[in-house]
Each structure stands twice: as C-alpha cells, then as structure tokens.
C-alpha cells in the first residue's frame, strides 16, 4: 500500500486518482463493445452463470486499488483509508466509471452495507481485520436481515441466537440475501431476547459464511438472475468477538447499515450510470420521440426525476444531506427509484411491444431487463412505505399514527 501524500483538494484528487487508475487500467480494462452490440441494460446489476472469472477479477482489481492507496478514501489512514471524505470517494467511483474499469457489484453489500457497522460498532480487533479484509477485496460480505416472516417489518425477525460460553448458536432462516452466494462474511440481525421489546433483543453478529451449518441457496428472478438467495442457519457457531455493538443492540446497528445503504444506492454507484443515461438517450434520438408531441410529456417526467435525484445526490456533505440526518438517505433513495419509474414509462411509451418480443433490433428488448429490475429496486434497503414513514416521523416529526 502507498504512503504517499495524497492531495486533499478535489480537483487535485481526481488528477491524482485518474493517475493511479491510469496505470491499472491496462490489466482491467478492455476494448469498449460499440453501443448498439450491446444487448444487456441492467438496473440491477447481477452476476451470470460462469460469474467465477469475474469475481475473481473484481477482486484482483480491488486488491490493487487497496494496494495502491485509493481503495477507500475516506476511510481512517490506519485501516488503509486516507483519512478524506465521502465526495472523494465519489470522485474515484467516477474515475473507475469515466475509464472503463468493470463493475464492482459483488462487493456492493460488503463495503456499503456490512463495512459501515463494522467500522463504527465491532469489536476493535474484528474491526480492523475485517474491513481491511472486505477493502481488499480479499473478502465478500453479504446482509443476512430479511426472513420469509419478516420482511418490511424488520424488527419482528425470528432467528435466535443463544449463548453457549463463548460463542453463539445461531438457528434460523434468511432470504433475498443478495451476494450470499459469494459471500465469506455475513452481517446477521439475530433475536437474542425474547422476553423484551422486539427491536429491544436484537443483536448483530458477524457470520463466517463457509462455517458449517451454513447453507446458501440461489432465487431465480425473472430478470434471469440469481444474485438473491435464501440462507439457512442450523446451529451456526458464532464467537462473541464477532457480536457487532452491545448484547440487545441489533436495531441501533442495523439502522447504521441501511442508512449507508439507501444513501450508496443512490449515490454514485447507483443505477442511474452515464452508460444507462446514454442509451437512453440515444434510443429516443434514434425513434426521434423527443419530437413527437404524445412523447414529449414522458420525456420532460423523465428528464425532471432524473435531474432532481442527481443534483440531490451531487450535493457535498455538509449541505442538506448533513441537515436531515438521519433521513438523507431515505429521501434520496425516494428519488433514485421515482426517476427508475419514469425512465421505464418513457421506454415502454417509445418501445412498445418490441420492449417485450426480441425481433433482433438492437437497443430494443436489451431494455426488458431494466423494467424488470426496477420493481426490486423499491423494495431494497427497505420499502417505500418505510421510507415515506422514515422521513415523516424521523425528518418532519409527524406521529406515528
């Protein structure tokens, strides 16, 4: 890993990370396919049968961002961070996009969703392991929190874990864990007091997902993917080193994790990439819809949502997203899926029945994967229901009822 002095300035931080990647883009980067050959549009990303090579090479690339000082800007210098801020971390998503470099979508969970509660509520000595471990790319982590039982109602999860000396026995059942089936770790919302107040006894845990007992079973989905998955725990063995945050704490740690969550999934690495915006674009210029008077009031929902999420998501820490913690990320998550809605009206308006049967028209059908995904997207890091009730009585302070 580089020691060198890194520039604070963001400008001069994007010259000094375009740098960087300049210079491993060689062993990760390949010829751009042309735009019409390319018949995928995902908006959520999933790995392929045959994903092996991939994920290796993810991690390979991982490794050496890590190794060259740039994994993790706004970690602490001490885990391999550089000590800097969000919007860094956002100027190297954007250099990773701007030349080419593959998605890194199966370390997704792991360093949005499993790193954040790491990093503020585990054990010192699991912590620093850990998230070096994840930053590298030398692990996985999934998000072990939804039950066929309980899923919006989070709080009401049944999985137990009872003490027995040292460790945990874990015994339950997990679903739509999303990279399970890669994973090494797993951040699990365990009960582990019945007799108090549902969001009262849970605890976090972190799970060694290649310990026995453990067994990772891949959901179909109609996009054709398999990225979600259904995990069982059958007398899991976990130590207390690896409880994350106090013994009945669970929720407070959860709430670290979808808040990182929604805000990612909005953020940066979102749906909403360049690429996907330039193909859209590109179909409505080539069907010449933006003149079309029955198109053109789809088109301005589309381009208003659109705006309104990227601008939002753009703004630096310190302005309105610091002001309406901890509801920034529920809002932005609000306006990441109403401009996947519109971006869908508009593709199903100009495509019509060719979105549904392939005739071999390029940057057609290739659209059909996009509109299925998009329902997913409404229900990950929590509904929309839970998002309208986050932001009423967490941001503006309405009552419950």
């Known amino acids: 890993m580089t020691t060198l002095a890194v520039p604070t300035d963001l400008a001069a931080f994007a010259d000094h990370v375009r740098e960087q990647l300049q210079a491993l883009a060689p062993a990760f980067v390949g010829e751009p396919s042309a735009l019409e050959d390319d018949d995928r549009i995902a908006s959520v990303e999933e790995l ?136 090494d770790v797993g951040e699990a919302l365990v009960r582990t007091d019945p007799t108090v107040a549902k969001h009262a006894g849970l605890t976090m845990f972190l799970v060694d997902m290649h310990a026995p007992g ?5 959901i179909r989905q109609m996009t054709g993917g398999a990225a979600f998955n259904e995990v069982f725990l059958d007398g899991v063995r976990v130590p207390d080193s690896h409880r994350i945050g106090e013994l009945g704490q669970g929720w407070r740690v959860a709430n670290t994790s979808l808040g990182s969550e929604r805000s990612t999934m909005s953020g940066a690495s979102g749906p909403l990439t360049p ?15 933006e003149s079309d008077p029955v198109h053109q009031p789809q088109i301005a929902r589309t381009v208003a949502a659109v705006t309104a999420m990227r601008a939002a998501a753009g703004l630096s820490a310190g302005s309105w997203t610091h002001q309406l913690e901890p509801v920034a990320g529920s809002v932005l998550k609000m306006l990441m899926v109403r401009a996947l809605d519109e971006i869908v009206r508009l593709v ?38 839970i998002q309208r009730n986050v932001i009423a009585q967490r941001g503006l302070g309405l009552p419950r009822r």
């Not at 453990?214 to 891949?218: D, F, I, S, W």
């Not at 859209?280 to 819809?289: D, I, W, Y």
């Open 348 to 385: 199903q308006a100009v495509l019509g029945e060719r979105l549904a049967v392939d005739h071999g028209e390029p940057d057609t059908f290739a659209w059909s994967e996009f509109v299925l995904g998009v329902p997913a997207l409404h229900l990950a890091g929590g509904t929309d229901e």
């Open 48 to 183: 392929r049968d045959g994903h092996e090579e991939e994920v290796a090479q993810v991690r390979a690339l991982q490794a050496a961002l890590f190794d060259a000082g740039i994994a993790w800007p706004s970690g602490p210098v001490e885990l391999g961070g550089l000590g800097l801020t969000p919007a860094h971390d956002a100027v190297l998503e954007a250099g990773l996009s701007d030349l080419g470099f593959p998605g890194r979508d199966a370390l997704f969970v792991g360093l949005n969703i499993v790193a954040p509660a790491l990093r503020h509520h585990a054990q010192p000595q699991v912590r620093e392991a850990e998230l070096v471990a994840l930053y590298r790319g030398d692990k996985i982590g999934c998000q072990l929190f939804s039950e066929p039982g309980s899923g919006s109602d989070l709080a009401s999860v049944s999985t137990k874990a009872v003490r027995d000396g040292d460790d945990w026995v874990l015994t339950g059942q997990k679903v739509w864990t999303s990279m399970g089936h890669l994973a």
């Open 214 to 218: 453990v067994t990772v079973r891949p």
């Open 275 to 289: 690429y996907v915006l330039e193909r859209l674009t590109a179909l409505v210029r080539r069907l010449e819809s």
